[in-house]
């Protein structure tokens, strides 16, 4: 079965949604990295929090988080589960979201070793480094418009590689 990809605020999740959410980013982040942290940390609630994630047979497979920054938005905990991943899923859900910011920069704080992943998708540095729960992480941000140009061209390449065909684009669904 294909994945099917989602976008919603608090308001329109159900519990059991949110649940699932944050139960992949507690199985990536706290179980399979052995990291004994708290994973709710009160933004997946905030009315404005932008919760975006790929779905199979109603199980979450990948998910990210984008919240309000002066200027911008704030991406954090993209994750895919352990077992769906380098299917591309996470690399969608950065598309939707540069969709979703409609020009305006984000920024993100990553996993030193995870920089170079970020950094092929339009990621570029600013500022230092820090500490996050014991792990060294790098400040990145990229250009929402740059990236959904990059999305564009790539669309446009498919379509000559498959002789005028058009390629399956997800079909973003808002809840």
Same mark, same amino acid.
């Given at each position: 079965?294909? +994945?099917?990809?989602?976008?919603?605020?608090?308001?329109?999740?159900?519990?059991?949604?949110?649940?699932?959410?944050?139960?992949?980013?507690?199985? +990536?982040?706290?179980?399979? /990295?052995?990291?004994?942290?708290?994973? =709710?940390?009160?933004?997946?609630?905030? =009315?404005?929090?932008?919760?975006?994630?790929?779905?199979?047979?109603? +199980?979450?497979?990948?998910?990210?988080?984008?919240?309000?920054?002066?200027?911008?938005?704030?991406?954090?905990?993209?994750?895919?589960? =352990?077992?769906?991943?380098?299917?591309?899923?996470?690399?969608?859900?950065?598309?939707?979201?540069?969709?979703?910011?409609? @020009?305006? #920069?984000?920024?993100?704080?990553?996993?030193? /070793?995870?920089? #170079?992943?970020?950094?092929?998708?339009?990621? +570029?540095?600013?500022?230092?480094?820090?500490?996050?729960? @014991?792990? =060294?992480?790098?400040?990145?941000?990229?250009?929402?418009?740059?990236? %959904?140009?990059?999305?564009?061209?790539?669309?446009?390449?498919?379509?000559?590689?498959?002789?005028?065909?058009?390629?399956?684009? #997800? %079909?973003?669904?808002?809840?």
């Amino acid at each position: 079965m294909d +994945v099917s990809y989602f976008c919603a605020t608090l308001a329109e999740l159900s519990a059991e949604r949110l649940y699932r959410l944050i139960a992949l980013r507690s199985q +990536v982040f706290v179980v399979a /990295r052995q990291r004994a942290r708290h994973e =709710p940390d009160g933004l997946d609630i905030e =009315p404005a929090t932008l919760h975006v994630w790929g779905e199979r047979d109603g +199980v979450p497979v990948a998910t990210l988080r984008l919240t309000e920054e002066a200027g911008g938005l704030r991406l954090s905990r993209l994750c895919t589960a =352990p077992t769906e991943r380098r299917k591309g899923y996470a690399t969608t859900l950065l598309e939707h979201a540069a969709m979703l910011a409609e @020009g305006r #920069p984000i920024v993100a704080e990553v996993f030193v /070793r995870s920089a #170079p992943w970020f950094e092929d998708r339009g990621f +570029v540095k600013y500022g230092g480094r820090s500490v996050v729960d @014991g792990e =060294p992480h790098l400040h990145l941000r990229f250009d929402a418009d740059e990236l %959904a140009a990059q999305h564009a061209a790539a669309v446009e390449a498919a379509v000559e590689e498959s002789n005028g065909q058009t390629p399956y684009v #997800p %079909a973003w669904v808002a809840l």
